[in-house]
């Protein structure tokens, strides 16, 4: 590849980045739209073990509603990541709009299709926070990259004089 073209490269991460989107599309919505909590077979467990740790000075704000909120950060991520990678330079912030209305859409379905899934406010506050994670991780990546870039150039025309 040390003869590939950098926009070529640039296709086939584009190219890459909407398929792993699509497939986190399509596992995000059997995990939404399950008609039972995808954790409730796993939650007595988890009790059990934050329990104990908590017996052995793990923080009692450490339960199981803040795990479930983390994991629900952990979980939109990838969308933040993965829109605004795909989104033109400086259009990064839209990725978060694209997470903020699809959190909105899956609280809303929830409430009004599935019975046993219980919608809320703060699953799209926290879904949200996923989302900004990512594309802030993303739009970082990029200004460090036109950063690095300015300074090299600026630094070649300082050297070349």
């Known amino acids: ?28 919505a059997l995990i939404a739209f399950w008609p039972s909590p995808v954790d409730r077979p796993a939650s007595g467990q988890l009790n059990g073990l934050l329990a104990a740790l908590q017996r052995h000075g793990f923080p009692v704000w450490v339960d199981y509603s803040f795990v479930e909120g983390l994991a629900n950060v952990l979980l939109f991520i990838p969308m933040g990541l993965l829109a605004a990678w795909l989104l033109p330079r400086g259009k990064w912030w839209q990725a978060i709009v694209v997470g903020l209305v699809a ?14 899934r219980v919608a809320s406010v703060h699953d799209i506050m926290v879904n949200t926070l996923g989302t900004i994670i990512g594309a802030g991780a993303v739009a970082a990546h990029r200004y460090n990259a036109e950063l690095n870039k300015w300074v090299r150039t600026a630094l070649g025309s300082f050297h070349d004089r």
Do not use: D
């Not at 890459?16 to 399509?26: E, I, N, P, V």
């Not at 959190?103 to 046993?116: A, T, W």
């Open 103 to 116: 959190s909105n859409l899956i609280e809303m379905g929830q409430l009004l299709f599935l019975g046993g």
């Open 1 to 28: 590849m040390p003869n590939e073209h950098p926009h070529s490269r640039l296709q086939l991460a584009n190219r890459t980045a909407a398929w792993l989107l699509g497939g986190y599309l399509a596992a995000l």
